[in-house]
């Protein structure tokens, strides 16, 4: 198992940018899966972009294609999520999280993760 810690949230106008991280120790390397998704208040978790850590695969929810980016970097066991041209229905906590299996069709499952961190809190105003 790994633990995640995730830092980089805020308050942002629309149109600004944020970069979130999620540090996953002992070693990026001990987990498949690593993936955003988000959440407001009486809504289910949202996949947001997922990475394949061995095969650098990424995945993206069709709301924010285009705008957000997620990347590795392996040296320092950390995930990026860089959200750009941020709009107000991007406001959520943010969450990373971890699994050893899955495939492509369940990647924005929250189900099928198992490791998570406690969130970090993105604000953005009209």
């Known amino acids: 198992q790994v633990q995640l810690v995730e830092s980089g949230g805020g308050s942002v106008q629309a149109g600004g940018s944020l970069r979130l991280s999620c540090v996953c120790s002992p070693d990026i390397r001990d987990t498949a899966w690593i993936t955003w998704f988000r959440q407001i208040p009486g809504k289910e978790r949202e996949g947001v972009a997922a990475v394949i850590t061995a095969a650098r695969t990424k995945l993206y929810g069709d709301s924010v294609k285009g705008r957000f980016t997620t990347s590795q970097a392996v040296a320092n066991n950390t995930v990026y999520l860089q959200m750009n041209d941020l709009k107000p229905e991007d406001t959520a906590m943010y969450y990373c999280?971890?699994?050893?299996?899955?495939?492509?069709?369940?990647?924005?499952?929250?189900?099928?993760?198992?490791?998570w961190g406690q969130g970090t809190q993105v604000t953005v105003s009209s």
């Open positions: 999280a971890a699994r050893d299996v899955g495939n492509g069709v369940n990647w924005n499952n929250a189900m099928t993760y198992d490791q």
